[in-house]
């Protein structure tokens, strides 16, 4: 998690990057700007508040870290913090020649250097690259003569930055740690901030590692079990219950500990430790089989674990746990299924 508390912009560069597509070029500024305690206040509240999220990345290239331009421009700024005004005039050009799609917008980039970052208890410095693309429309209400004016005016909202990114100066050798804030998140226009522009992918951390795990466990449970095995959904409903158990009162994932503790037969185990060798094979950043489980992730990942039975359109059963009070049988006049549930009593 990141905090700001300490957080100081030391400098602060502001340059205007259009769209290549339809030439609007980029407006460079001379000098970094001037600013004053309240300004630079509010610019920390502007540009952190979004970093939120304990999803990390590091910056990456194919073939050699070393072609990654915003990873070259980042280690000569924390090389010599002297030059950030020449490295910010080729992070503007790089992002210009990336601003291809059509509905990117033209809006002021600002490189900020920071010290004294706070990233999850530790201390460092770290470049912000953000990028202010849509303004509003606000009023101002003022005092004149006996009664009040109001004017219109146009300004960037500080509780909404457009898009940006954090460079820590830790891990250098795996491509600095990045955080990465994008109001536009999947739309197909943003993912040149994220692919395009940094090229960067997932940080392998035990974020990572549990939150991709509990994705595989989950899958399992309610797609491959019920293929192979006589497992209905009430049974499904308990074995995600067990596991969500699990990765909450445990501190660590231990792949045969869980398997075992979870599925219990022999056959269930292999077939689960089977699936998620299949699934390491067509994935990216995969999950050892012995991590620290990250609390985080747990409780962001906690909807995957939601035990739900749909009856046709009619009904919903969350289970929380319980499986003995849950009775499956099937109505002989009818000829329809039935759940009866057992309980002690109403709330």
């Known amino acids: 998690m990141i ?3 300490l957080t100081k912009i030391d400098s602060i560069i502001i340059h205007k990057v ?3 597509s339809i030439e609007e070029g980029i407006t460079f500024s001379n000098t970094p700007i001037s600013t004053n305690e ?7 509240t502007y540009f952190l508040t979004p970093f939120k999220s304990n999803e990390y990345y ?10 990654n331009e915003l990873y070259n421009f980042s280690t000569r700024i924390f090389e010599n913090p002297d030059s950030l005004y020449e490295e910010s005039k080729n992070i503007a050009r790089h992002l210009y020649n990336r601003s291809v799609h059509p509905k990117i ?7 900020v250097y920071l010290q004294d970052c706070v990233l999850d208890g530790e201390v460092a410095d770290a470049i912000g690259i953000f990028k202010s693309e849509n303004l509003e429309t606000y009023l101002k209400v003022y005092p004149k003569n006996e009664g009040y004016e109001i004017t219109a005016d146009s300004g960037i909202n500080i509780n909404k930055l457009d898009k940006g990114c954090l460079i820590f100066n830790t891990e250098p050798e795996k491509g600095y740690l990045v955080a990465v804030a994008d109001n536009l998140k999947k739309s197909s226009e943003a993912q040149y901030w994220k692919d395009d522009f940094l090229n960067i992918k997932r940080r392998n951390d035990d974020y990572l590692f549990t939150q991709k795990t509990i994705e595989v466990c989950k899958n399992f449970i309610t797609e491959q079990l019920p293929e192979e095995f006589e497992v209905n959904k009430a049974d499904q409903a308990e074995i995600l219950n067990k596991s969500a158990e ?3 009162e445990k501190d660590n994932f231990e792949l045969n500990e869980f398997a ?17 060798s299949s699934f390491e094979n067509d994935n990216e950043n995969i999950p050892p089989n012995d991590f620290s489980i990250s609390d985080k992730a747990v409780k962001k990942q906690a909807r995957f674990f939601k035990s739900v039975i749909k009856l046709d359109k009619n009904f919903h059963i969350y289970v929380h746990g319980k499986r003995e009070y849950i009775v499956r049988g099937k109505d002989p006049e009818s000829g329809m299924n039935y759940y009866k549930l057992l309980f002690h009593e109403e709330e």
Not at 58 to 67: A, G, I, K
């Open 246 to 248: 699990f990765f909450k």
């Open 18 to 20: 259009g769209n290549k």
């Open 105 to 111: 917008k033209e809006g002021e980039l600002y490189i």
């Open 38 to 44: 309240n300004i630079n206040q509010l610019l920390l």
């Open 3 to 5: 905090s700001s508390e």
């Open 260 to 276: 075992e503790e979870i599925f219990q037969q022999p056959e269930i185990v292999d077939s689960f430790t089977q699936y998620k």
């Open 58 to 67: 590091n910056f990456y290239h194919d073939s050699d870290l070393q072609m």
